[in-house]
């Protein structure tokens, strides 16, 4: 009996083990499945972000990270980058070492931050940046410190490789604003686009003459102890501006407007009155509207005019009748009043608005000044805004006109991105070719016999004109308060460049020889000028050409002595 009953139990043991073989059979099963799954979703994503990284530009680095193109001159230089920078975070729960030594040592290593800013960083908020942009030799000398409290994130900084080169220009960017002036301003989106695709975002100017202009642009403000200046080099076909440079400057890799007047971009945004380089705009108005036929017609410039109660005289009273050469050569207002009344309110308005004068300037860039136009055009008006008083415009919109004075007569807008080459810019005849070629000639003239002869630049064939005007300041003219101007363009034979230099408020010092006017302090900066950019943009002093301008050399009066 014992030996029946106890023979079951074996087999009983044998079955608990087949199920517990198949639970973990099963178990393992579920396990590996999911295993699998997991692979197969990190392998999947992993394969994502490979896939968006090589559409994106094949980046190491998240397209966060760099959600800013670079951008580069016309030749690829790179004004604007993004680049990866370590910064250094304070959690201050986790501090172990007693805040007020971490931000005297933090001092010693940033001597350019005080130790109290470092202590306020440190005992503030409960988690701060207390110092962005770290050099590796800073992030070792703070490691050194042995602090867990502080952390080191990566982020995304916007470097300008050229420092202040054309600062108004670019602009800059600030940490949760985005893009702020210029470039970086009004193509905020775009530059994030460009970066998505990996592609830079090119502009118009050459770096080369962007620092040439603003080396001696920056050179003849100090010299002169001027308020301020503008300068730029315009391309007379196309519209593309090489360089455009306002002082005083700022550094976009450390905003400080520590002169407010640094915020303003002179060239595109303030508007002056621009004195005597309206003059040649009038006279070619007239001419294309029949008011100037002939070169030798002469104006009484004996004596000054009186106009509605008003008083137009000279500067330098020649005391004699003038042509018209010899009224630009000598920057007559006497007699440019008296072509300007003879060609009328309407057709030099026209002319105005043909080169939009009542308007802000076309360039890509959202510093773009409205310009003053008189509230009402009476006579005086007429004759006054001939000379270049009673409307101010700014500096670009003179460069865009004085690029269809010389370039056939064809006003085209400016633009700040580079054009590619053969693409045929569009624009509207202002100028008849003819009129177009005599200015080309009138302008000569004023440089080799007149008041710009401080701008010529031995073999450059340069042609301008000179503008010096009282600054108009709340409204009222200032007295012993000028803006001196000088618009030209080279090589005067075949124009390329418009280059125009605008002082403002020299007071006339030794170094111009004690004179405020243009042709002692804008007309020299734009010779330096030309004489340096000349061979960067493929143009080489040659003294064998010029413009003929014999037909009318002889309608200029010389003394007897020099005949």
Excluded at 27 to 49: E, K, Q
Excluded at 107 to 128: H, K, M, N, Q, W
């Amino acid at each position: 009996m014992s030996a029946s009953i106890a023979r079951p139990v074996p087999m009983r043991r044998a079955d608990c083990r087949q199920r517990f073989a198949l639970a973990a059979d099963q178990r393992l099963r579920i396990l590996l499945l999911a295993f699998l799954f997991i692979g197969a979703v990190l392998l999947a994503r992993i394969g994502h972000i490979f896939i968006m990284g090589l559409i994106n530009g094949g980046g190491a680095a998240p397209a966060a990270m760099f959600d800013r193109a670079d951008i580069v001159d016309r030749n690829g230089v790179p004004l604007a980058r993004s680049i990866p920078v370590h910064s250094i975070r304070s959690v201050r729960s986790k501090l172990m070492h007693d805040p007020r030594m971490l931000a005297r040592e933090l001092a010693r290593i940033f001597p350019d931050t005080t130790e109290a800013t470092f202590y306020s960083r440190l005992t503030g908020r409960p988690s701060s940046i207390i110092r962005r942009r770290a050099t590796p030799d800073q992030l070792n000398a703070v490691n050194e410190l042995a602090e867990i409290g502080f952390e080191y994130p990566e982020e995304p900084e916007r470097l300008y490789p050229q420092g202040p080169i054309a600062a108004h220009v670019l602009g800059f960017v600030a940490p949760g604003r985005g893009g702020v002036m210029g470039i970086e301003r009004r193509f905020d989106e775009q530059l994030a686009a460009n970066a998505a695709r990996g592609e830079p975002f090119a502009l118009s100017l050459d770096t080369r003459v962007q620092a040439a202009l603003e080396l001696e642009l920056g050179d003849a403000v100090t010299q002169l102890e001027a308020k301020g200046g503008a300068g730029l080099v315009l391309d007379v076909d196309t519209g593309e501006v090489l360089a455009m440079a306002s002082m005083p400057t700022f550094d976009p890799n450390r905003v400080n407007f520590s002169d407010p007047a640094a915020q303003w971009n002179s060239v595109s945004f303030t508007t002056f009155e621009l004195g005597s380089t309206f003059k040649p705009i009038t006279v070619a108005a007239a001419m294309d509207a029949g008011v100037i036929t002939d070169m030798a017609r002469r104006y009484d410039a004996t004596r000054p005019l009186t106009v509605g109660g008003h008083r137009i005289s000279d500067s330098h009273s020649a005391d004699r009748w003038l042509n018209v050469p010899e009224a630009l050569v000598h920057s007559s207002n006497v007699v440019t009043a008296q072509i300007a009344d003879d060609l009328g309110k309407d057709r030099l308005q026209a002319t105005f608005r043909a080169l939009d004068f009542d308007k802000r300037p076309t360039i890509e860039l959202p510093e773009r000044g409205l310009p003053q136009w008189p509230r009402s055009w009476g006579r005086t008006t007429t004759m006054t805004a001939g000379f270049g008083h009673s409307i101010m415009v700014t500096p670009l919109h003179l460069a865009s006109a004085y690029a269809a004075l010389v370039n056939g007569g064809i006003w085209r807008p400016a633009t700040i991105l580079k054009v590619e080459e053969g693409h045929v810019v569009q624009g509207r005849r202002v100028f008849t070719e003819s009129t177009s070629a005599r200015m080309r000639q009138l302008l000569r003239m004023i440089v080799a016999s007149g008041t710009g002869s401080r701008a010529d630049a031995p073999g450059y064939r340069v042609g301008g004109k000179t503008g010096s005007a009282e600054r108009v300041i709340d409204g009222t003219y200032v007295g012993n308060s000028v803006v001196a101007t000088f618009a030209g363009a080279f090589p005067m034979d075949r124009p390329r460049y418009v280059v125009l230099v605008m002082i403002d408020r020299p007071p006339g010092n030794a170094y111009s020889l004690g004179q405020r006017t243009a042709g002692f302090t804008a007309a020299p900066v734009v010779r330096k000028v030309v004489q340096r950019i000349g061979p960067m943009v493929g143009i080489y002093p040659d003294a064998h050409r010029d413009v003929d301008i014999s037909e009318l050399e002889p309608l200029l009066w010389k003394p007897r002595a020099e005949r």
